[in-house]
Nanobody, 128 residues
């Protein structure tokens, strides 16, 4: 069983920045996991925000390219989502997810149904 705990959400004005963190336990699973960040706004489907493979390759959803950046620190069992130039449309619950079956050379995983474990989510609200 893998537990994912997100932190860093909150209320921010448009144009501002936030950094989300997601820490996995037990830690030994993190280095073998491909990780992703998803978000879901009220009345909308869940969408991929960003993903990072075991090898560090990254993927970004079209709406966040150039503004959001995903990274991972295997020593801290943590994946980060740096969010810049936030806009009201970024308002959503952000969740991290882990695929513990990915091989080292697998590309970033973008489909939510391919993830094995999910965090409970953290709310991000961007005011106009």
């Amino acid at each position: 069983q893998v537990q994912l705990v997100e932190s860093g959400g909150g209320l921010v004005q448009a144009g501002g920045s936030l950094r989300l963190s997601c820490t996995a336990s037990p830690g030994r699973t993190f280095v073998r996991s491909s990780m992703g960040w998803f978000r879901q706004a009220p009345g909308k489907d869940r969408e991929i925000v960003a993903a990072i493979s075991r090898g560090g390759a990254t993927f970004y959803g079209d709406s966040v390219k150039g503004r959001f950046f995903i990274s991972r620190d295997n020593a801290k069992n943590t994946v980060y989502l740096e969010m810049n130039s936030l806009i009201p449309e970024d308002t959503a619950v952000y969740s991290c997810a882990a695929n513990v079956r990915a091989i080292l050379t697998s590309p970033p995983i973008t489909r939510d149904y391919e993830y094995d474990y999910w965090g409970q989510g953290t709310q991000v609200t961007v005011s106009a």
